[in-house]
C-alpha cells in the first residue's frame, strides 16, 4: 500500500466514478483502475462494488476510505513541514562560541542570518574550546568554534581565522614600549590565563615549559575583556590574539608582538564527521563560511 493508492480511491470516491477521477488527477482510466485493483488484492478484499450505474463501497471500502483520509491529511501536512525545513522556514540550530570569537566575529552574521532566515530559532552556548568541541561530539550542540587542530577522524570543520596571540602588558612596564618580546622574557610576570576550559589555557602553558618556565598564573578567567581590565589595572601580563588587541584601548595597556615561539590563534567551526546534520545546521555551515572566509580573513 502506498499513499498514491489511498489518494486514488479517495478521488473516485469524491467522483462516484473511475474515469472522472482519473481526469481530475490527470492520469488515465487503466492507471487509477489498475492502482485499485493492486489495493484490493493486497488487502484481499474489495472495495468498490457496481450496481448498474451507480458506484458504492463496500463495507471494507468503508473502513479504508475513513482512515485513508487521516493518513493523506497526515501526509501532506508532513510533505509540507518538510517543505518549510528544506525551504529554511523552520528549524532549530544549536551553535557553541567562544567567548573572544563570539564577541569580535559573530553579531553582525548571527544578525544576517536571522535576518534571511527568520523562520530559524537558534540557541546560543558561551564556552570555551574544549568544552564546545565535547558537546560537538556529543550532540549536545550541532556545531562549534573552537581552537585548531581537532581530531580529522571525528569532525569536519572549515578554518576561517590564522593568527598570532600579543602580550598585553600595562603601559608602564619595562617592556611595554617594545616591538617585540621573547616569551622567556615575561618568566617572572604573573600571567592572567583563561580557565583550564579553555584550549588556550594549556596551549600557552606548553608554549612557556617549551622555553623553561612555568607561568606562575595569579587569575583565571573566561572573559577577555575582564583580563583585559586585569592587566590595565596592573596586575598582571595577559597573551591575547591580534584582532582581540586590536579592540583594546592603546592609552591604558600596550600589545607587543609575541616571539620565540609565536603562538598561533588558529579559529574553526566546526560538527560531527558522522552524524546527521540537519538542514538548517547545514545552511548556517554554508552561510557562515561565505561570510566569515574572504582569502582566509574575516568578512565582517
Same mark, same amino acid.
Given at each position: 500500500?502506498?499513499?498514491?493508492? #489511498?489518494?486514488?480511491? %479517495?478521488?473516485?470516491? !469524491?467522483?462516484?466514478?473511475?474515469?472522472? +477521477?482519473?481526469?481530475?488527477?490527470?492520469?488515465?482510466?487503466?492507471?487509477?483502475? &489498475?492502482?485499485?485493483?493492486?489495493?484490493?488484492?493486497?488487502?484481499?478484499?474489495?472495495?468498490? *462494488?457496481?450496481?448498474?450505474?451507480?458506484?458504492?463501497?463496500?463495507?471494507?471500502?468503508?473502513?479504508?476510505?475513513?482512515?485513508?483520509?487521516?493518513?493523506?491529511?497526515?501526509?501532506?501536512?508532513?510533505?509540507?513541514?518538510?517543505?518549510?525545513?528544506?525551504?529554511? &522556514?523552520?528549524?532549530?540550530?544549536?551553535?557553541?562560541?567562544?567567548? =573572544?570569537?563570539?564577541?569580535?566575529? /559573530?553579531?553582525?552574521?548571527?544578525?544576517?542570518?536571522?535576518?534571511?532566515?527568520?523562520? #530559524?530559532?537558534?540557541? %546560543?552556548?558561551?564556552?570555551?574550546?574544549?568544552?564546545?568541541?565535547?558537546?560537538? @561530539?556529543?550532540?549536545?550542540?550541532?556545531?562549534?568554534?573552537?581552537?585548531?587542530?581537532?581530531?580529522?577522524?571525528?569532525?569536519?570543520?572549515?578554518?576561517?581565522?590564522?593568527?598570532?596571540?600579543?602580550?598585553?602588558?600595562?603601559?608602564?612596564?619595562? %617592556?611595554?614600549?617594545? &616591538?617585540?618580546?621573547? #616569551? +622567556?622574557?615575561?618568566?617572572?610576570?604573573?600571567?592572567?590565563?583563561?580557565?583550564?576550559?579553555?584550549? #588556550?589555557?594549556?596551549?600557552?602553558?606548553?608554549?612557556?615549559?617549551?622555553?623553561? /618556565?612555568?607561568?606562575?598564573?595569579?587569575?583565571?578567567?573566561?572573559?577577555?575583556?575582564?583580563?583585559?581590565?586585569?592587566?590595565?589595572?596592573? =596586575?598582571? *601580563?595577559?597573551?591575547?590574539?591580534?584582532?582581540?588587541?586590536?579592540? %583594546?584601548?592603546?592609552?591604558?595597556?600596550?600589545?607587543?608582538?609575541?616571539?620565540?615561539?609565536?603562538?598561533?590563534?588558529?579559529?574553526? =567551526?566546526?560538527?560531527? &564527521?558522522? !552524524?546527521?546534520?540537519? /538542514?538548517?545546521?547545514? @545552511?548556517?555551515?554554508? /552561510?557562515?563560511?561565505?561570510?566569515?572566509?574572504?582569502?582566509? !580573513?574575516?568578512?565582517?
Amino acid at each position: 500500500m502506498d499513499i498514491r493508492q #489511498l489518494e486514488y480511491v %479517495l478521488e473516485i470516491i !469524491r467522483h462516484s466514478s473511475f474515469t472522472k +477521477a482519473a481526469e481530475a488527477l490527470h492520469i488515465t482510466q487503466p492507471t487509477i483502475s &489498475k492502482a485499485v485493483k493492486n489495493l484490493e488484492e493486497e488487502l484481499g478484499v474489495p472495495l468498490f *462494488v457496481r450496481s448498474g450505474k451507480t458506484l458504492e463501497l463496500t463495507d471494507a471500502g468503508q473502513l479504508i476510505a475513513g482512515q485513508a483520509q487521516d493518513v493523506v491529511r497526515s501526509f501532506k501536512h508532513l510533505e509540507l513541514q518538510l517543505g518549510d525545513l528544506t525551504n529554511f &522556514k523552520k528549524g532549530h540550530i544549536r551553535i557553541g562560541l567562544p567567548p =573572544m570569537a563570539g564577541a569580535r566575529f /559573530f553579531p553582525g552574521i548571527l544578525s544576517r542570518f536571522r535576518d534571511t532566515y527568520p523562520g #530559524l530559532t537558534i540557541q %546560543l552556548e558561551e564556552d570555551g574550546s574544549v568544552k564546545l568541541a565535547e558537546k560537538v @561530539e556529543d550532540g549536545t550542540l550541532d556545531v562549534g568554534v573552537v581552537l585548531l587542530p581537532v581530531d580529522e577522524g571525528v569532525f569536519e570543520s572549515y578554518s576561517f581565522v590564522n593568527e598570532r596571540l600579543r602580550a598585553v602588558l600595562p603601559p608602564a612596564h619595562p %617592556l611595554a614600549s617594545r &616591538k617585540e618580546v621573547r #616569551l +622567556a622574557e615575561l618568566q617572572d610576570e604573573a600571567f592572567i590565563l583563561f580557565r583550564e576550559d579553555f584550549a #588556550l589555557h594549556e596551549r600557552i602553558i606548553e608554549a612557556c615549559d617549551g622555553v623553561g /618556565f612555568r607561568p606562575r598564573i595569579w587569575y583565571e578567567s573566561s572573559q577577555w575583556d575582564f583580563i583585559y581590565e586585569m592587566v590595565a589595572a596592573g =596586575m598582571g *601580563v595577559a597573551l591575547l590574539p591580534e584582532s582581540i588587541c586590536g579592540m %583594546l584601548d592603546p592609552n591604558r595597556v600596550a600589545t607587543v608582538t609575541l616571539t620565540d615561539p609565536a603562538i598561533p590563534w588558529h579559529l574553526g =567551526m566546526i560538527w560531527r &564527521k558522522d !552524524r546527521y546534520l540537519s /538542514f538548517a545546521a547545514r @545552511e548556517w555551515v554554508r /552561510f557562515s563560511k561565505a561570510h566569515l572566509t574572504n582569502q582566509g !580573513r574575516p568578512s565582517l
